[in-house]
């Protein structure tokens, strides 16, 4: 009986307890993992929202940035750290979508030692040509492909990059007979199409934006669902007349699996807060990231739903690592 009585007490007790730690959370500065190299595109929109949250918070975020294995070596960081809430992750398609599939060995799992907490935006990526290029629209881009299968060749970041694996569903989904030509990070593989090496390529608006504006590549077409706010002349694919599926870059956040759901709420909803700073919503457009939040839910939700379609690229695209 007194055995029963003690374990019903503590259980009342640790109830009793965890609405007191989120009431005194946070007591002491966050960290939050970025497992991509600092100054990037990626890196820079996680920190706008970060600043956001401190200021809400009313403690500092310190940023780590952890990058390697294609965001693996932060993530498995992140995968190990307490849940105590006060380690974050940047969540990134790539990292938590792509790698369980790319991957064939982790030394951790995505679903069960991870937790979403919120997305807050979606980075598009870009369709461009060099200007001596035959065609600038998306169709007339599509139809000299066709034409001459064989012919061109595309510059990507690299290989396994959700990039890459978009323009491999693309590829497949429009039947087209076109090379792909890694490069080791988006400055070089820009380069090469501003420099005539290479007639086209696709990558992430954000480091695109630079060589649009010098007139040194010409933007054909936007995978987002709507125009970005940066190249507002830039139709999106469904504008340009061409109607295929393509899973989304998303940009969020996830942390170690057992947080408290007082604290995860608390820190859901300072992501929603940080987006809805003037300031912090338009910087973000500026990166050629669009902002929009998504609940822990929504935003799990949504990663399983894209993960089939990531699966399918990699499964085009042969890029699995042991």
């Given at each position: 009986?007194?055995?029963?009585?003690?374990?019903?007490?503590?259980?009342?007790?640790?109830?009793?307890?965890?609405p007191a730690a989120?009431?005194?959370?946070?007591?002491?500065p966050?960290?939050?993992?970025?497992?991509?190299p600092?100054?990037?595109?990626?890196?820079?929109?996680?920190?706008l929202?970060?600043?956001?949250?401190?200021?809400?918070?009313?403690?500092?975020?310190?940023?780590?940035?952890?990058?390697?294995?294609?965001?693996?070596?932060?993530?498995?960081?992140?995968?190990?750290?307490?849940?105590?809430?006060?380690?974050?992750?940047?969540?990134?398609?790539?990292?938590?979508?792509?790698?369980?599939?790319?991957?064939?060995?982790?030394?951790?799992?995505?679903?069960?030692?991870?937790?979403?907490?919120?997305?807050?935006?979606?980075?598009?990526?870009?369709?461009?040509?060099?200007?001596?290029?035959?065609?600038?629209?998306?169709?007339?881009?599509?139809?000299?492909?066709?034409?001459?299968?064989?012919?061109?060749?595309?510059?990507?970041?690299?290989?396994?990059?959700?990039?890459?694996?978009?323009?491999?569903?693309?590829?497949?989904?429009?039947?087209?007979?076109?090379?792909?030509?890694?490069?080791?990070?988006?400055?070089?593989?820009?380069?090469?199409?501003?420099?005539?090496?290479?007639?086209?390529?696709?990558?992430?608006?954000?480091?695109?934006?630079?060589?649009?504006?010098?007139?040194?590549?010409?933007?054909?077409?936007?995978?987002?669902?709507?125009?970005l706010?940066?190249?507002?002349?830039?139709?999106?694919?469904?504008?340009?007349?061409?109607?295929?599926?393509?899973?989304?870059?998303?940009?969020?956040?996830?942390?170690?699996?057992?947080?408290?759901?007082?604290?995860?709420?608390?820190?859901?909803?300072?992501?929603?807060?940080?987006?809805?700073?003037?300031?912090?919503?338009?910087?973000?457009?500026?990166?050629?990231?669009?902002?929009?939040?998504?609940?822990?839910?929504?935003?799990?939700?949504?990663?399983?739903?894209?993960?089939?379609?990531?699966?399918?690229?990699?499964?085009?695209?042969?890029?699995?690592?042991?």
């Amino acid at each position: 009986m007194m055995s029963r009585l003690s374990c019903l007490t503590a259980i009342v007790l640790l109830s009793a307890l965890q609405p007191a730690a989120a009431q005194s959370y946070p007591a002491r500065p966050l960290k939050a993992v970025v497992p991509f190299p600092a100054g990037g595109a990626i890196d820079v929109a996680a920190r706008l929202v970060l600043e956001g949250m401190a200021a809400s918070l009313g403690q500092p975020i310190v940023v780590e940035n952890k990058p390697g294995a294609s965001g693996n070596i932060g993530t498995q960081q992140v995968a190990r750290a307490p849940a105590d809430g006060y380690t974050l992750l940047l969540g990134a398609a790539v990292n938590t979508a792509v790698s369980p599939v790319m991957y064939t060995k982790l030394d951790y799992s995505v679903d069960k030692d991870l937790a979403p907490l919120a997305q807050f935006g979606n980075a598009a990526n870009l369709i461009y040509v060099h200007p001596s290029f035959p065609a600038r629209t998306l169709p007339g881009v599509l139809e000299e492909l066709k034409r001459h299968p064989g012919k061109y060749a595309y510059a990507s970041p690299g290989s396994g990059t959700t990039v890459h694996l978009t323009m491999e569903l693309l590829r497949a989904r429009q039947n087209l007979a076109v090379q792909h030509v890694p490069f080791k990070g988006s400055p070089a593989a820009i380069s090469a199409v501003a420099g005539d090496q290479l007639k086209l390529g696709i990558d992430a608006a954000g480091p695109t934006l630079p060589f649009v504006q010098g007139e040194r590549v010409v933007p054909v077409a936007v995978t987002a669902s709507k125009r970005l706010a940066a190249l507002p002349d830039v139709p999106t694919f469904a504008e340009a007349g061409v109607n295929v599926a393509l899973p989304s870059s998303y940009l969020g956040f996830y942390l170690p699996a057992g947080v408290p759901a007082g604290i995860a709420e608390r820190l859901a909803a300072e992501v929603e807060k940080a987006l809805a700073r003037p300031e912090v919503a338009g910087k973000l457009r500026q990166l050629g990231v669009e902002p929009e939040f998504l609940g822990p839910q929504a935003f799990a939700a949504k990663v399983k739903q894209e993960r089939a379609m990531w699966a399918e690229a990699v499964k085009l695209s042969g890029a699995t690592i042991d």
